[in-house]
């Protein structure tokens, strides 16, 4: 179960989580343009960074900044546990009314926080999508693979997933609970939180270059990624499997029909060729669907055994407070 914390202190009406790993050439563009921002958004804040396992100097540099900037908030995690467990980690620790998440990137702009919190305020609404109105700095692989995974998900699965918004978000309170009360396991938040189905609007901004350092959501992650939401979100994988078997085995009469002709008409020379290709085919569909399956049974396993997605190390709030009573 997804673990909560009473925090030390009166709660905040904005909490900004940030995943970090490995981001110590950008976080001081972070904080030279979101410090600023957040001081001029008119709330009490806090800024909460969880610190993803992470190799390089970014523990060091968020222990400085928490020093330097009294609303940062540092959650650090034992081992690397992922973009989106690193994600659920901020959300069951932060103490907002509004929960706001950004990466450390500065791809998604910091300033459309302070609109997005207007538009949750103006119109009632408990989500605020940040939709990728321009993704030119993007390359044109990530631009059509990720249109092809936002529509692919709308069309499989019964999740209305606004195309070309990732995790920037802005959350109420009770969103956040109902997201830390979920027990799942490979969490993809970015489809979890459509699912739910609470009041959203959306606030369109233009997709920026990587500041500053490398990108941590490589290919394979990609892949994992989109694995996970397919399997999460959907159970037309194990339809197209059953249709497989289905379409093989009308293969596989209309063969053994072939094959009756073909011996009455007295035409019955063995064909090595068309042997090979009809076993390897069919083998091909009884793996694809062994591998389907197995991706839903592995879910399952993970589910049964009930182990957290991530381990905290050391919540700063937690552990000042502590060092207060004493």
Same mark, same amino acid.
């Given at each position: 179960?997804?673990?909560?914390?009473?925090?030390?202190?009166?709660? *905040?009406?904005?909490?900004?989580?940030?995943?970090?790993?490995?981001?110590?050439?950008?976080?001081?563009?972070?904080?030279?343009?979101?410090?600023?921002?957040?001081?001029?958004? +008119?709330?009490?804040?806090?800024?909460?960074?969880?610190?993803? &396992?992470?190799?390089?100097?970014?523990?060091?540099?968020?222990?400085?900044?928490?020093?330097?900037?009294?609303?940062?908030? *540092?959650?650090?995690?034992?081992?690397?546990? @992922?973009?989106?467990?690193?994600?659920? $980690?901020?959300?069951?620790?932060?103490?907002?009314?509004?929960?706001?998440?950004?990466?450390?990137?500065?791809?998604?702009?910091?300033? $459309?926080? +302070?609109?997005?919190?207007?538009?949750?305020?103006?119109?009632?609404?408990?989500?605020?999508?940040?939709?990728?109105?321009?993704?030119?700095?993007?390359?044109?692989?990530?631009?059509? !693979?990720?249109?092809?995974?936002?529509?692919?998900?709308?069309?499989?699965?019964?999740?209305?997933?606004?195309?070309?918004?990732?995790?920037?978000?802005?959350?109420?309170?009770?969103?956040?609970?109902?997201?830390?009360?979920?027990?799942?396991?490979?969490?993809?938040?970015?489809?979890?939180?459509?699912?739910? &189905?609470?009041?959203?609007?959306?606030?369109?901004?233009?997709?920026?270059?990587?500041?500053?350092?490398?990108?941590?959501?490589?290919? +394979?992650?990609?892949?994992?990624?989109?694995?996970?939401?397919?399997?999460?979100?959907?159970?037309?994988?194990?339809?197209?499997?059953?249709?497989? @078997?289905?379409?093989?085995? *009308?293969?596989?009469?209309?063969?053994?029909?072939?094959?009756?002709?073909?011996?009455?008409? +007295?035409?019955?020379?063995? &064909?090595?060729? !068309?042997?090979?290709?009809?076993? $390897?085919?069919?083998?091909?569909?009884?793996?694809?669907?062994?591998?389907?399956? @197995?991706?839903?049974?592995?879910?399952?396993?993970?589910?049964?055994?009930?182990?957290?997605?991530?381990?905290?190390?050391?919540?700063?709030?937690?552990?000042?407070?502590?060092?207060?009573?004493?």
């Amino acid at each position: 179960m997804p673990e909560t914390v009473e925090g030390a202190r009166s709660p *905040v009406e904005l909490s900004v989580v940030i995943p970090v790993y490995n981001e110590e050439a950008v976080l001081p563009l972070l904080v030279d343009r979101l410090r600023p921002l957040a001081d001029s958004w +008119g709330v009490s804040y806090e800024v909460l960074c969880v610190d993803d &396992g992470s190799s390089d100097a970014t523990p060091v540099l968020l222990q400085r900044l928490r020093r330097e900037w009294p609303q940062v908030r *540092v959650v650090r995690l034992r081992a690397n546990a @992922g973009h989106q467990a690193a994600i659920s $980690a901020g959300l069951a620790r932060a103490r907002g009314d509004w929960v706001a998440t950004i990466d450390a990137d500065l791809q998604d702009p910091p300033e $459309a926080i +302070g609109e997005m919190l207007a538009v949750a305020r103006a119109e009632g609404v408990d989500v605020v999508y940040g939709v990728r109105g321009d993704r030119a700095s993007d390359t044109a692989f990530k631009r059509l !693979s990720a249109r092809a995974f936002y529509r692919s998900i709308r069309a499989l699965s019964a999740v209305d997933a606004p195309v070309d918004a990732g995790d920037f978000r802005l959350m109420s309170r009770a969103t956040v609970d109902a997201v830390n009360a979920l027990p799942e396991h490979h969490r993809v938040l970015r489809l979890v939180v459509p699912a739910l &189905g609470f009041p959203s609007a959306s606030v369109s901004y233009t997709r920026a270059a990587r500041a500053a350092g490398e990108s941590k959501y490589p290919l +394979g992650k990609m892949i994992r990624l989109s694995v996970d939401s397919l399997t999460g979100f959907s159970i037309a994988p194990l339809r197209f499997a059953t249709w497989l @078997g289905l379409l093989g085995g *009308v293969a596989a009469l209309g063969v053994l029909v072939y094959a009756v002709i073909a011996m009455l008409l +007295g035409n019955t020379l063995p &064909g090595w060729t !068309s042997t090979v290709v009809i076993v $390897a085919a069919v083998g091909a569909v009884q793996l694809l669907a062994l591998g389907i399956l @197995g991706e839903y049974v592995g879910r399952m396993y993970a589910m049964l055994q009930g182990r957290p997605s991530y381990y905290v190390a050391h919540d700063s709030l937690v552990d000042s407070s502590a060092r207060a009573r004493h």
